[in-house]
């Protein structure tokens, strides 16, 4: 076991230079703090690979590390050019951000080495071979050589393998586990679930250099360790589902797009393109999720910043245009499931959805030991931040795009031909994990902005301010 887990270790350090690549086209690398952009560096690398992973499969070749690496270095050389064209070497760091407090950072890593333990003893959940997470990463694996022949349709659909699975659903974190099994040289079940406590990890270290600037380090510790420990959290993470490492994703994406929006900073708005894009190759739920936070950010902009709103549109049509390759292939080789089929007269049969869907909804939201009642508190305290015109650049994406959520996951459920006790009901807590996870990460700044005194408050801005890389301008208050 030992070996295995430095081995899927190592897989993951091999991705860190396709994000330090990437983040330095983008003019990210230079700007972030010198220690935490490396969780940032491995979430983009992650995030990458399951953006890219899955375009090779459809080419028929593989993801293991023969074909992989080629292109991590190349990402990486890319950078590294497009740096020193801007006169910036690589070890340079332009960020004036505060010291990392030693004992924030001792909060953070506590539970994730408690979870890490606890994820490569855990066994596979019984029901997977249902729902096909890892057995389709398992195909991908084992299917084909180190070169091609890897995915093979007629594989997916065979009933004795996948009896009740989500043909429809993307590829990108089946492959994502596969890359683990090409690094351990086996599929090792175990061990696997480290790879998604290293997502939840990088997805963590990225909150927290996005968040800082809006919050003490101590209380932002606390919060992402509560994230960390949060049993609704650990619960599905060692599932192996795709809902966690969804929620992670495109929470991570959705703090960057807020930030943008206060910051002006394309660099932002390049890595929550990259991210958002990802969410959606992990699981088709990252359609409404990614739909909605773009729009509680275009509404806000529409009303005080309209020139900004095309940058806005071209992100999210780089993010739906990662979406096209996979409807095309799933298409050719019949791979549909059409699980929801929306229309007036299934509305109309199945009215009597709505009212057990929107009490499974509120007793998922308000239940104060599995998700710590996460969305209820940042939604009073977003109100808060509201009425003292503090954080509103926050507040307002948050409280629009949780609304449209909402909205989708009952409209889905309505519409849905899936048996509504049985199933979808208890699968609302997965389901809503990414408003869950956004709701906590926000919890730290929104509660300091709505309970700061005035003095606080202005001197967190001020420092905000001055921490800014040489060149940064923000298009509004950083803390407005």
């Not at 855990?122 to 997977?128: A, G, K, M, S």
């Not at 992402?224 to 049993?231: K, N, Q, R, T």
């Not at 609304?403 to 849905?416: E, G, H, Q």
Request: hydrophobic content about 55%.
């Amino acid at each position: 076991m030992t070996s295995n887990i430095v081995l899927l270790l190592a897989g993951n350090a091999a991705l860190i230079p396709a994000g330090v690549g990437f983040l330095s086209l983008i003019d990210a690398w230079h700007r972030l703090g010198q220690w935490s952009r490396f969780a940032v560096a491995l979430l983009a690398g992650q995030a990458l690979f399951l953006v890219v992973a899955p375009l090779l499969l459809y080419a028929g070749l593989s993801v293991s590390p023969l074909l992989a690496l080629p292109l991590c270095a190349a990402v990486l050389v890319a950078g590294l050019l497009a740096a020193r064209r801007r006169g910036r070497g690589l070890l340079q760091s332009e960020s004036k951000a505060r010291e990392s407090s030693p004992v924030a950072a001792v909060i953070v890593a506590a539970p994730l080495v408690i979870l890490a333990c606890a994820a490569v003893v855990q066994p596979l959940y019984e029901i997977d071979t249902m729902l096909n997470w890892v057995m389709k990463a398992k195909v991908l694996w084992a299917n084909g050589d180190q070169l091609t022949g890897v995915l093979d349709p007629e594989v997916f659909t065979r009933p004795d393998l996948h009896p009740q699975s989500h043909l429809e659903y993307p590829l990108g974190m089946n492959a994502l586990l596969a890359w683990s099994f090409h690094w351990m040289g086996e599929a090792d079940i175990r061990v696997m679930h480290l790879q998604l406590v290293l997502l939840l990890a990088a997805g963590v270290g990225t909150a927290w250099t996005l968040l800082r600037p809006m919050v003490p380090d101590l209380p932002l510790a606390v919060g992402l360790a509560g994230l960390i420990a949060m049993p609704a959290v650990v619960h599905h993470l060692l599932t192996a589902y795709a809902d966690v490492p969804l929620a992670v994703v495109w929470a991570a994406g959705a703090l960057a797009l807020i930030r943008w929006t206060g910051d002006g900073e394309r660099y932002q708005l390049a890595l929550a393109t990259l991210l958002l894009a990802a969410a959606l190759a992990v699981k088709q739920d990252g359609i409404f999720y990614d739909a909605a936070i773009y729009v509680g950010v275009a509404v806000p902009l529409l009303v005080h910043q309209r020139r900004r709103v095309l940058e806005l549109l071209v992100s999210a049509s780089v993010v739906a245009l990662t979406v096209v390759p996979w409807q095309v292939y799933s298409a050719t080789h019949d791979l549909g499931r059409r699980d929801v089929r929306p229309g007036l007269g299934r509305m109309q049969a199945q009215t009597d959805r709505v009212l057990p869907t929107l009490e499974g909804t509120l007793n998922v939201v308000t239940h104060p030991r599995t998700t710590l009642m996460a969305l209820p508190l940042a939604l009073v305290l977003a109100l808060i931040c509201l009425r003292r015109r503090r954080l509103t650049g926050v507040a307002a994406p948050f409280l629009i795009s949780t609304v449209l959520v909402l909205v989708a996951i009952l409209f889905v459920y309505w519409n849905s031909a899936v048996t509504l006790e049985l199933v979808l009901i208890p699968a609302l807590g997965r389901i809503m994990m990414g408003l869950i996870v956004l709701a906590w990460l926000l919890v730290p700044p929104l509660a300091y902005a709505a309970i700061a005194s005035t003095r606080a408050y202005d001197e967190m801005a001020t420092a905000s301010e001055r921490d800014r890389a040489p060149g940064q301008v923000p298009t509004s208050a950083p803390l407005s």
